[in-house]
């Protein structure tokens, strides 16, 4: 038997939801005073309009160790948590305090702590791809090295509608945040092999940013027909399925889905981001 527990940057799909090896432990997120679970209870709609009425920036807490032995209590034998990246928090660091008091109490179980160097459905497809490592009958010492080289080549592409989160965060200063806005500039962002952030490119309107995502996209991609593309989005469905509509013009992809956000990437992605995983 096996488990995979992600923490809650990382959304689950309704098939995997009701598959019954996944499990979601949640973050938390900090809009002024006021403290919201990233688990079934987030209300994305209510979220994104306290931000926008908030003059400080969301943060977010990771999961305790505590609450990964709680997930971790179970009857499998090869435990996996997946975790947004380390560059961008703490939750794989409070994963591995969690494994090492586990594996204390349980020195035969197998438990495997990726940092999944991405966020959002990143974890999503790493989280996919251990269960069809497990369910083709792979050992786990195999799933091991799978799984390393699956994240190593892994990517992850961003684009916003609105940098004022940033903005809020004292990320992106007041002078280019209003010169981002009122020339309609989209940058186009995406993951660095350690997990960080970078920008790539940027664009003049989101539809020739979207564009600019997916040639970036084709840029580091080969073998598409054995990939899988997942595409997250935040408030914006019909945002989502024109960017599969641009990518399904331009390569066939073993397969492509999209969700929404859960809470922790709606704070990154804001109103009207999209993300894409390939």
Known sequence: ???????????LSEEMKADGHYENVALTLQLGQEEIVDDETF????????????????????????????????????????????KLSGSYNSACLARDMY?????????????????????????????????AGMEYEEILKVVEQYVAGQHTFFVLETLETLRKAGRLS???????????????MGS?????????????????????MVQSMMEVTTDCEKKIVAISHCNCKERALQLKE?????????????????????????????????
């Open 1 to 11: 038997m096996y488990k995979i527990i992600i923490d809650s940057c990382g959304e």
């Open 43 to 86: 209300d994305q709609a209510d979220f994104l309009k306290k931000v926008a009425a908030s003059h400080e920036g969301p943060k977010s807490a990771c999961p305790s160790p505590h609450a990964y032995l709680e997930a971790m209590e179970c009857d499998a034998d090869h435990i996996y948590v997946v975790t947004l990246s380390s």
């Open 103 to 135: 594996l204390e109490d349980y020195p035969d179980k197998k438990v495997l702590v990726v940092d999944s160097k991405s966020a959002s459905i990143g974890q999503t497809l790493i989280g996919l791809k251990i269960a069809a490592c497990e369910n």
């Open 174 to 188: 007041d002078l280019k945040a209003m010169i981002a806005s009122t020339l309609n500039i989209k940058p186009i």
């Open 192 to 212: 660095t092999d350690e997990g960080s952030i970078q920008q790539l490119a940027q664009a003049r309107g989101m539809n020739k940013a979207l564009d600019r």
């Open 246 to 278: 641009k990518v399904e013009k331009v390569a066939n992809f073993k397969d492509i889905f999209i969700v929404d956000t859960a809470g922790v990437s709606s704070m990154y992605a804001n109103d009207g981001g999209v993300i894409m995983v390939v």
